[in-house]
DNA sequence: GACCAGGAAGAGT
DNA sequence: ACTCTTCATGGT
């Protein structure tokens, strides 16, 4: 089997990694064996200390999709600027931002909407199992994510049976506007943030949170900084005393989230983010 | 049953 | 450019 030895001076923690809620597709079996689908692979990975074994991907696919490449001790350093977020890191070292599919990203932060983590992740599966290709992994049946093609194939009411409620038909409209999923991607990954944010936003059913979410999580715009429920009850409590944090979020109060995170993290505080939200208490 | 969840669109100001 | 309302589903 495979085997990759991390260098001990990059922390990674597969674990911290794959069950913060950044990805919906990944599964942790009791022998600790973690199992997802990545594009058309399925993939099956395990940590003991600095090995990862993993089978279904060659060694340069597990490094950039886990962004092992990535300096995370550089990161760390730069958004470690207060006692809050210090601790934060500690909880949780090691957690590194994924490389998502870009266009799966994107369906599912537009099926993420007003939802929990769960109810998200099988509304993924049931999009998958509907539409996408299937794969046989170690006696067990996988699917791919569908391209937008496929998941219009039955029209709009083909998706009924996924269960997303009214995202149904955000769903089924930005899948009929981004006919090839390779091109669209390539576009948004060439623009500055401001911009992919812009059109990020032009799809049905993507909204700040959202977009934020894609450029953070599948085109590594690490100045994106999502704010929900969760990290806007954070920075009211921790860093922006005068924000309320039960009325409801309005733009404004998430330019000026955005805004300060931006300034007091820095450039990588989509990190920060993700570091933040980890060390939410459920 | 009430309340909440990795919010966004549309209508009305 | 700001509220306010509504949206469908499932977990707790």
């Given at each position: 089997m495979p085997c990759l030895t991390l260098r001990h001076d990059q922390p990674f923690s597969l674990d911290a990694?794959?069950?913060?809620?950044?990805v919906f597709r990944w599964n942790r079996m009791d022998d600790s064996w973690w199992y997802g689908v990545v594009g058309d692979r399925v993939i099956r990975i395990r940590q003991?200390?600095?090995?990862?074994t993993y089978e279904g991907a060659p060694a340069s696919f597990i490094v950039h999709y886990f962004s092992l490449d990535t300096d995370l001790v550089a990161i760390l350093n730069s958004i470690d600027t207060d006692p809050f977020i210090h601790a934060c890191i500690e909880k949780n070292r090691g957690l590194r931002l994924v490389r998502q599919p870009p266009w799966e990203c994107t369906i599912s932060y537009i099926c993420s909407t007003n939802s929990n983590i769960p109810t998200i992740r099988r509304r993924i599966a049931s999009i998958a199992e509907k539409f996408g290709k299937r794969i046989e992994f170690r006696g067990r049946v996988y699917h791919t994510f569908p391209e937008p093609s496929s998941i219009i194939c039955e029209g709009h009411s083909g998706l009924t049976e996924c269960r997303l409620g009214y995202r149904q038909s955000y769903v089924f409209g930005t899948s009929s506007s981004v006919t090839n999923a390779k091109?669209?991607?390539?576009?948004?990954?060439?623009?500055?943030?401001?911009?992919?944010?812009?059109?990020?936003?032009t799809l049905e059913g993507v909204g700040p949170k959202a977009a934020d979410c894609i450029l953070l999580f599948a085109f590594q715009k690490y100045e994106a900084f999502p704010v929900d429920v969760w990290i806007r009850r954070i920075m009211a409590e921790h860093y922006l005393p005068?924000?309320?944090?039960?009325?409801?979020?309005?733009?404004?109060d998430y330019d000026t989230i955005h805004r300060f995170a931006r300034r007091h993290f820095g450039n990588y505080c989509g990190w920060a983010q993700e570091y933040l939200y980890a060390g939410r208490v459920r």
């Open positions: 990694t794959l069950s913060c809620g950044q003991d200390g600095n090995r990862l091109d669209w991607a390539n576009a948004i990954s060439r623009l500055p943030y401001a911009d992919a944010r812009k059109e990020l936003m005068e924000l309320s944090a039960d009325t409801p979020l309005t733009n404004r």
